[in-house]
T-cell receptor, first 119, second 107 residues
Framework: QVQLVQSGAEVKKPGASVKVSCKAS????????ISWVRQAPGQGLEWMGW??????????AQKLQGRVTMTTDTSTSTAYMELRSLRSDDTAVYYC????FGPGWFDPWGQGTLVTVSS | DIQMTQSPSSLSASVGDRVTITCRAS??????LNWYQQKPGKAPKLLIY???SLQSGVPSRFSGSGSGTDFTLTINSLQPEDFATYYC?????????FGQGTKVEIK
């Protein structure tokens, strides 16, 4: 079955960087994109951007431009999201999701990775 | 950016009730509207895509309708496992945006 498995929880200090991985299985990795969505504690869903696993093209949310980088490793069917210059308001659960470019849906989602930014 | 507004923000309902959640876009998004269900501590799950198409494996009591700016998610005969938070999401333009969520609670 299609599955996305993310790396474990992280605790970082303000100003540091975090890199979250998302390993895909059960489908042809390069036929879809991977999108990243985050959810602050008790809050709604915030789209961060996507990457095409086919050609590496990316599209990032404007508010994260310059701080976020999304990459893929097609040899291992793994996507990565790196967020730099972390602030306390970056504390959130970070989800990866398979992205279908046509209709634009996210399915399925990874289990989520909690990133806590605290001094 | 396209703003997505859901109503109500929360509702209380009983098992067997019919529940309707509304999502309004700040501009026309044709049928590029998806619905997700999220249970506490879990990742969201796709229910409906392109406004009215039922995702494989999702029970038929879930249905979606609408186009342009106004959309509806309907749950017929609410079941205990349906108590969750529901989000709409537009896929018409970037940035992709979500509604603020509608929490369906047990009455």
């Amino acid at each position: 079955q299609v599955q996305l498995v993310q790396s474990g929880a992280e605790v970082k200090k303000p100003g540091a960087s975090v890199k979250v991985s998302c390993k895909a299985s059960g489908y042809t990795f390069t036929s879809y994109g991977i999108s990243w969505v985050r959810q602050a504690p008790g809050q709604g869903l915030e789209w961060m951007g996507w990457i095409s696993a086919y050609n590496g093209n990316t599209n990032y949310a404007q508010k994260l431009q310059g701080r976020v980088t999304m990459t893929t490793d097609t040899s291992t069917s793994t996507a990565y999201m790196e967020l730099r210059s972390l602030r306390s308001d970056d504390t959130a659960v970070y989800y990866c999701a398979r992205y279908n470019f046509g209709p634009g849906w996210f399915d399925p989602w990874g289990q989520g990775t909690l990133v806590t930014v605290s001094s | 950016d396209i703003q997505m507004t859901q109503s109500p923000s929360s509702l209380s309902a009983s098992v067997g009730d019919r529940v309707t959640i509304t999502c309004r876009a700040s501009q026309s998004i044709s049928s590029y509207l998806n619905w997700y269900q999220q249970k506490p501590g879990k990742a969201p799950k796709l229910l409906i895509y392109t406004a009215s198409s039922l995702q494989s494996g999702v029970p038929s009591r879930f249905s979606g309708s609408g186009s342009g700016t106004d959309f509806t998610l309907t749950i017929n005969s609410l079941q205990p496992e349906d108590f969750a938070t529901y989000y709409c999401q537009q896929s018409y333009s970037t940035p992709r945006t979500f509604g603020q969520g509608t929490k369906v609670e047990i009455k």
